[in-house]
């Protein structure tokens, strides 16, 4: 089966590539590399295109003979959202519309869509249902709300099977830890190593319902090949929830390191506690959350450890070869001095001017 990956550059897509490849499946990547890095893919494996969901030439070649498309592409962030709301809405609507566009336009079967458990804002009520009354709190909620209303449009009335995704909290391997809207857990994890304090807005003891990406992977696959799946909605998590303050404690017992958090005031469009009723995407899609918290903070930070030892051994290496071609370097020649002529001098007289002065 030939598949789009649209951001499949990113952490979350390049992890669904990789699963596509296992299973036999063609894949295909569309990503602008805004916020994705060709490291992430095996580029020999995948019919890669660096292009804008934006822009229909763009999309139309590599819809042609698609029999799935994966919508992943976004800029993601609550924060950067609220910062630049006119970005947010142009890739995570127009974007998703003009997917939307091309993939009926093409005849696409299936469009898998993710979305975010922030379209539920910060209702109260646990856990989260996919018939709740969703509230967004940010620019970047109610684009991702706008664009599975659209998936529902275009599944009633433009003969598209759209499935939507409501994603809770995904970390995992590949995340940048170093971008100024890295997720909370690489951006704890990244601080703790440099022996830095971890930034908490709030006191801490907000909830989330972190899902390792395997989990999300997984779910994208079921919802690619469920026949009760399309024009439904269904999160993805865990099902389970912890605070920010247990979280440190558990980065702390996985990494041997010590953690003294800083805390800051709480954030706009921040949502208090989360947690997910996965019970439909259990039923419909066959869905289990195989990857506990805990393994998957023990795979990122092995992960994280391992590119660190590779990062200090090509230091090392790198000094080395610098000492050996240091070593290496032939000595300028100084002549052996006679006739009691000091060296100053000599040089002097070979310049053209005495000791004294001009010659």
């Known amino acids: ?29 569309l990503d602008n590399l ?23 030439a763009a999309l139309n070649p590599v819809m042609r003979g698609v029999d799935t498309v994966f919508h992943l592409a976004a800029l993601p962030s609550v924060p950067r959202s609220i910062r630049d709301p006119l970005a947010c809405h142009d890739v995570n609507v127009n974007g998703t519309f003009q997917v939307l566009l091309a993939a009926r336009e093409a005849g696409v079967r299936r469009v898998v869509f993710a979305s975010s458990s922030s ?10 249902h996919e018939s709740m009354m969703p509230r967004p709190l940010s620019p970047y909620a109610v684009a991702k709300l706008t664009g599975e ?9 433009f003969g598209v099977e759209t499935v939507v995704l409501r994603y809770f909290n995904v970390f995992g391997r590949r995340q940048n830890p170093n971008s100024e809207y890295a997720a ?21 003891e907000q909830t989330r319902d972190f899902t390792a990406v395997e989990n999300v992977v997984s779910a994208n696959l079921a919802a690619a090949a469920s026949s009760r799946a399309p024009g439904n909605i269904y999160n993805i998590a865990c099902g389970d929830r912890i605070s ?4 440190l404690g558990e980065i702390s017992d996985l990494t041997g390191l010590p953690v003294q958090a800083r805390y800051l005031p709480a954030r706009n469009g921040d949502v208090r506690d989360s947690l997910a009723d996965i ?32 990062s200090d051994q090509r230091t090392s290496d790198q000094r080395t070869a610098d000492q ?36």
């Open 184 to 204: 909370v857990i690489p951006a704890f994890l990244a601080t703790i190593r440099r022996g830095g304090q971890p930034t908490i807005y709030g006191d801490g």
């Open 1 to 29: 089966m030939l598949t789009l990956v649209t951001g499949g550059a990113g952490f979350i897509g390049s992890h669904l590539v990789e699963a596509l490849l296992r299973e036999g499946h063609s894949v295909r990547v």
């Open 279 to 310: 019970a439909g995407a259990q039923r419909d899609l066959g869905y289990a959350p195989r990857v506990t918290l805990r393994e998957g903070l023990r795979r990122l930070v092995e992960e994280r450890t391992s590119d660190q030892r590779t």
């Open 324 to 359: 050996r071609t240091a070593d290496e370097r032939v000595p300028l020649h100084v002549p052996a001095w006679s006739g009691g002529r000091s060296p100053e001098r000599t040089e002097a007289r070979a310049a053209g001017v005495s000791a004294a002065g001009v010659a």
């Open 119 to 128: 379209v539920y804002g910060n209702t109260p009520e646990l856990p989260k």
């Open 244 to 247: 920010l303050n247990h979280l």
């Open 149 to 157: 209303h659209y998936c529902r449009q275009f599944h009633l009335h």
């Open 34 to 56: 805004s916020t994705g890095s060709p490291s992430n893919l095996r580029l020999r494996d995948v019919e890669f295109s660096d292009g804008d969901i934006r822009n229909p």
